[in-house]
């Protein structure tokens, strides 16, 4: 089967007073149709950067994104793309104009595109959409600021969905809901992506929410992809040394612990004029020279288990 | 929230309008300040029926009359009721004081719209024609274009909303390029959204509230602006009610007749403090709207 | 002389808007003791920092109010404390430290200063005195003393947040409130913050009532938790008692909303519908319109806590009856 979507050393840089910013700096990895990768990380590490030049909401620096086989990186039709791609966004407050109601909101993208040709026609769909996404039909006229945050976020989905895209990109969808509220909206995307095979980009700083709803998993790093593995599998026998530390430092919610500490040292910094070498190694416990001097490759150490570290090998066995 | 509990009933939906409005009559002075306003809006359209006479009837024989019960207001030097002057002059001063204002809120939403919207060389380039502008003077600006373009309503009007152009294109700047970095315009991107549409719906409704209030506190401006106008002998001619006039021709009487002077002097300062008091109470009440 | 350090009985805090009343807190009780730090554990809307609010006397009047309950420090009634009281107090006996660092640091002062400030206002330090000491706070948080004369826009969140707990501690408060100290942390941040946070508590002995959505950070740093809803406290106990024997439905409902590390799941278990509107509460036990296990009697008859194993408390008409006894 081919795939969706293809990133090809993707590269985004910014320019800033201190220097240029290597916010994404040569990430690559295929995602099929109906199937979710994970994007982990930090803040700094890129993620959002990511998804937002894949979906053209910011124009890569370097580095190619093949769309069902069409290379969209440079293309001028952005609009016609917003059909198949979409995003959701983190914040479920800053995301929707405050002054438009929810009918409002959902609506909109079905009239820019012009998708029906009358309003009758146009009011169903909007109808269909709040219900797929558990919106009760009376809440069409209400405004953002009246609802919770679980409500919001479901309108953002409603909005999402609207043009029928294939591929969304999920920017930290559950990050800003309550825990019981997270736990609604991750079964309702799951839902929609087992009855419409929507394939997605699924971005998050929590690994426990990104394990149970991804195929494929992808840790970044100021930028740079340090692992990448099938879900189960990076969880099973996890290789970076950062990846091992994220997980340490999720707390269990169990007072029998079943994981070991392990404590970085120093601060999460930003990836502006990088040298070469290993980003990771100032904190790394386990750094050597080598480490400072060149920049790892991201390299298949075990089948379809990729790992960007000089010393994956001996740190693991 | 519209949480619906077993035990209460859905929590009443309003509309952020009502809520605005209830915020609104909460402040005691706006309120004044809005009857106020509503009762000059009246004056202005029902001067025909209010007024006791019409404002033009010149009658020697009671000209430099003092108030009485036949001319609440005394009269002028040509015998005219002031007091009916002084109601049709509140029709004139709204009516400058509407138009222009608009006229030049208009011009100078679009230019800062625009400025903040695309940035770059446009906005350089409108930002330091607005400067120019406002580095004269209102009311000198106002004179220099009534002096070139000539006396008349109509001249008045032009000059006091080119006046008015840079506050506003400032102000809509300012709140557009914040408005532009919220996450819902970029929401507005990632569904398509063409540039029009997106400085249309998205960002000139969140950007209401300042523009609202700057009309508001404006006008009074305007109005203050026109009678300046009109007592410098520019903008309107006799024999037309306007307030300025008035208390330019009433100049010389100062003295005996002090209240040719007082009462249309009242009228502009009554008007002001109203569209001030109400304009105050208008940005508290959107003020809490905004934080959300 | 007991080890209670601080007793709550039956806190009521309403706030009084126009849209009516919004009973926040309503009857919390419960008890801390010197060195001893409580979780107080609920999701949005439950009362947590309302509760927080009024331990210090800073709930905002109007609109809110303490409508009753007492609150008792070494035996002393806070809510019947003068104002001038309060002020010595605060800091100084009791402190507090907010959510989110980056707005609780004043940007004009530089961090050595904001540290100074609050030993000079309590401790009668001469400025070269109290200086030293925000030096050795400084550096206590794991933070080098060069760094004294920089100001907040130069130091990352993390770090932030430590300046944070260095203000907080500076003069040796006996109790301290944390109220999410690293929810907008990043994880591996938080991690050494939850360190920093349980060595010094552990080096002052001070205690702590620690604030959080996070069932996880709980196990890192508290001694006995406390799960709190629509303004009351539904279930508490020590460690064991709350996460091995879990007895109230909202309780259980949280443990079943999260996704698992170890467990494989494919469909989370959420608790339907949402936290009633605190100006609407629903009669009898708050919880019953979601409760899994609602029984009729739970729409009329609001439940007291009940004590089911020593130490450990719930409110639940379940546990009731079994018990037969219960305090209020």
């Known amino acids: 089967m081919s795939s969706l979507l293809q990133v090809i050393d993707l590269k985004k840089y910014f320019r800033t007073p201190r220097g240029m910013l290597h916010a994404v700096d040569g990430v690559n990895f295929t995602l099929d149709a109906g199937k979710t990768l994970g994007v982990v990380g930090e803040s700094g590490c890129g993620k959002s950067t990511l998804g937002r030049v894949i979906i053209r909401l910011l124009d890569a620096t370097d580095g190619t994104v093949i769309f069902d086989g069409k290379d969209i990186t440079n293309t001028k039709d952005v609009k016609s793309l917003r059909r198949d791609m979409q995003i959701i966004f983190q914040d479920p407050f800053a995301s929707l104009n405050p002054r438009m109601s929810v009918y409002e909101i959902i609506e909109e993208p079905l009239i820019i595109h012009k998708m029906y040709s009358n309003k009758e026609a146009m009011h169903q769909r909007v109808q269909e959409l709040m219900d797929t996404v558990g919106l009760a039909s009376r809440l069409a006229t209400a405004y953002p600021h009246e609802l919770d945050g679980g409500r919001r976020q479901r309108i953002g989905i409603a909005r999402a969905l609207a043009l029928e895209p294939r591929f969304i990109v999920c920017d930290e969808p559950v990050s800003a809901l309550d825990v019981s509220i997270q736990a609604q909206i991750l079964n309702l995307m799951q839902d929609l992506q087992e009855q419409q095979k929507f394939t997605y980009l699924f971005i998050t700083h929590d690994l426990s929410v990104v394990k149970h709803i991804s195929n494929e998993i992808m840790v970044m790093y100021l930028g740079m992809v340090v692992e990448k593995s099938g879900a189960d599998e990076l969880f099973e026998r996890t290789l970076h040394p950062y990846t091992k530390a994220l997980l340490a430092a999720i707390p269990e919610p169990t007072i029998h612990k079943t994981r070991q500490r392990i404590l970085l040292r120093g601060e999460l910094t930003s990836p502006i004029n990088p040298k070469p070498g290993c980003r990771f190694a100032p904190r790394c416990n386990y750094a050597k020279d080598i480490c400072f001097q060149q920049t790892p490759p991201l390299e298949e150490v075990e089948p379809e288990h990729f790992v960007a570290c000089h010393r994956v090998r001996e740190i693991n066995d | ?292 | 002389m007991s080890d209670k350090l601080l007793s709550v009985r039956d806190l009521t805090i309403h706030y009084i808007t126009d849209d009516g009343v919004v009973k926040a807190v309503n009857g919390v009780s419960f008890d801390i003791d010197k060195g001893e730090t409580l979780g107080l554990v609920g999701e949005t809307g439950a009362g947590k920092t309302t509760t927080a609010l009024g331990l210090m006397s800073l709930v905002p009047d109007p609109p809110g109010k303490v409508v009753g309950g007492e609150i008792l420090f070494n035996g002393k009634n806070m809510l019947k404390a003068s104002k001038h009281e309060l002020r010595a107090f605060r800091g100084k006996e009791m402190s507090m430290i907010f959510q989110d660092p980056m707005t609780a640091l004043n940007p004009i002062l530089t961090v050595g200063e904001q540290i100074a400030e609050v030993i000079q206002l309590h401790d009668k330090l001469s400025k070269a005195e109290a200086y030293k000491k925000a030096a050795e706070m400084l550096r206590l948080v794991g933070i080098p003393d060069e760094r004294m004369t920089e100001y907040p826009h130069q130091f990352s969140g993390g770090m932030k947040q430590r300046v944070v707990i260095a203000i907080a501690l500076a003069c040796n408060p006996q109790f301290l409130i944390a109220d999410e100290p690293t929810t907008a942390l990043d994880v591996t941040i938080q991690a050494q913050v939850l360190d920093l946070m349980a060595e010094l508590r552990k080096k002052f002995g001070t205690a702590m009532l620690m604030i959080t959505h996070d069932l996880g950070v709980v196990t890192e740093i508290c001694d006995k938790v406390a799960i709190m809803y629509a303004g009351q406290i539904v279930e508490s106990g020590d460690l064991e008692s709350i996460y091995e024997r879990t007895c109230h439905p909202y309780t259980k409902g949280l443990f079943g909303s999260l996704p698992s590390l170890s467990k494989k799941i494919h469909r989370l278990s959420p608790i339907p519908g949402l936290m009633p509107d605190p100006s609407n509460l629903p009669t009898g036990c708050p919880f019953h319109p979601r409760c899994p296990n609602a029984m009729e009697i739970c729409k009329s008859r609001a439940p007291v806590n009940t004590e089911i194993e020593p130490g450990h408390f719930v409110r639940c008409l379940l546990y009731e009856s079994k018990t037969g006894e219960g305090e209020k």
């Open chain 2, 1 to 292: 929230m519209t949480v619906t509990t077993k035990a209460g009933q859905p929590k009443k939906r309003r509309g952020q309008g009502k809520d605005i409005w209830r915020r609104l009559c909460k402040n005691r002075l706006a309120v004044f300040g809005m009857i106020i306003l509503a009762g000059l809006v009246l004056l202005a359209i029902f001067a025909d029926v209010i007024a006791p006479y019409p404002y033009d009837l010149q009658n020697y024989s009671e000209a430099f009359e003092f108030p009485s019960w036949r001319h609440p207001f005394g009269t002028d030097n040509y015998g005219r009721d002031i007091l009916s002057r002084v109601i049709y002059g509140a029709r004139i001063s709204l009516q400058i004081g509407f138009i222009s204002l608009s006229g030049g809120a208009l011009m100078g939403c679009i230019l800062g719209a625009v400025a903040g919207f695309f940035g770059g060389w446009l906005d350089t380039v409108i930002m330091r024609f607005t400067d120019i502008l406002m580095s004269i003077p209102k009311t000198i600006l106002a004179i220099a274009i009534a002096t070139t373009l000539g006396p008349g309503l109509v001249n008045a009007m032009i000059a006091v909303s080119i006046s008015s152009i840079p506050t506003f294109a400032r102000v809509v700047r300012a709140s557009t390029l914040t408005v532009k970095e919220q996450e819902f315009v970029e929401a507005a991107r990632a569904i398509g959204a063409s540039n029009a549409r997106i400085i249309f719906r998205h960002i000139f409704p969140n950007v209401l509230a300042p523009i609202i209030v700057q009309s508001t506190l404006g006008v009074g401006t305007s109005i203050v602006l026109a009678a300046s106008l009109s007592f410098l002998g520019l903008g309107i001619q006799p024999p037309t009610p306007e307030w300025g006039a008035m208390l330019s021709a009433a100049r010389g009487f100062i003295r005996d007749q002090w209240y040719m002077v007082f009462f249309p002097g009242l009228a502009i300062m009554l008007t002001v403090f109203a569209l001030n008091v109400f304009g105050d109470g208008l940005r508290d009440a959107l003020d809490p709207k905004l934080k959300n």
